[in-house]
């Protein structure tokens, strides 16, 4: 069997699971990563026969594939801002759109003379992580709940050199309370109870439902770390968060009322709103 041929039988049976895009992207990122070659050498040894272990793997991983499992889970990496992170079920899978809120931030505050930043719900630590290389001087924590979540977060600081403070907290225990902060940002749990039905399977399935659900008050969340703020953030500090575009609205009002002032929401790549910016005074 060819690199050619193994990556036809990738988009053949993916294709009842993804669209046409994403099981491209997917066969390539199986393909790449089971061969140890970038894209253009995929495309140039094409027709480079594989041996039988290459093909056991080959059809394991596909198999995996087809029950919906993530192709970052299965090779245990993603990308994020140009940086490979280590990724297991115990955190959620990097996404394009933090990648923008993450840009966002840089492009907005950069210019500070002093900068600590607080990631809450780090997950990987790839907000955290990337803040924390694109602005060196920047004094970085990052919390969360779960204990696996912060190995996995202190695996990829350490890969990436980032000196950064984790902290296993919990959002509802007022122990955070204690720093001060130039940013706070959070991507934090945000699908309610009515969402869940809709969720694809391969992210109900798969991802950490920890991270996924705010159970019973879909803004409860953005709510208590909204109120916490306050107390943690100086004066003219920002608070960012990545929302869920269904509540963005809701969310942005939730915000205006706690007491922050030129609450802004910005629109993702695909017109969705999933940012948002305010300034605590």
Not at 65 to 90: C, H, M, N, S, W
Not at 123 to 139: E, N, S
Request: hydrophobic residues 40%; contains cysteine.
């Amino acid at each position: 069997m060819t690199i050619a041929r193994l990556q036809k039988i990738f988009a053949e049976r993916l294709q009842t699971i993804y669209d046409a895009r994403e099981s491209r992207s997917i066969t390539r990122m199986a393909v790449s990563h089971l061969l140890g070659l970038d894209t253009l050498h995929l495309t140039l040894e094409r027709n480079l026969l594989l041996t039988y272990e290459q093909r056991r793997t080959a059809l394991e991983i596909l198999n995996r594939l087809e029950q919906g499992e993530p192709i970052q889970y299965i090779l245990g990496k993603a990308e994020f801002y140009g940086r490979e992170y280590v990724v297991t079920p115990d955190v959620l899978i990097p996404r394009p759109e933090t990648e923008e809120l993450v840009h966002w931030i840089y492009q907005r505050e950069k210019e500070r003379k002093k900068l600590r930043i607080l990631d809450i719900g780090t997950g990987t630590g790839c907000i955290a992580i990337t803040l924390k290389c694109l602005i060196p001087m920047a004094d970085v924590s990052a919390m969360d709940i779960s204990e696996k979540a912060l190995q996995v977060a202190e695996t990829n600081a350490r890969k990436h050199q980032a000196l950064i403070r984790f902290l296993q907290q919990d959002v509802f225990n007022h122990a955070w309370l204690a720093g001060k902060y130039e940013i706070i940002v959070s991507n934090p749990p945000y699908i309610g109870d009515e969402e869940k039905a809709e969720l694809p399977p391969n992210v109900a399935r798969y991802e950490p439902a920890i991270a996924l659900y705010a159970e019973g008050d879909a803004l409860k969340f953005y709510r208590v770390i909204a109120q916490g703020a306050k107390s943690a953030l100086v004066k003219g500090g920002s608070l960012y968060f990545e929302l869920n575009s269904v509540t963005a609205n809701d969310t942005a009002q939730l915000v205006k009322e706690t007491g922050f002032l030129n609450v802004e929401i910005k629109n993702d790549i695909n017109g969705k709103p999933r940012m948002l910016r305010a300034i605590y005074n």
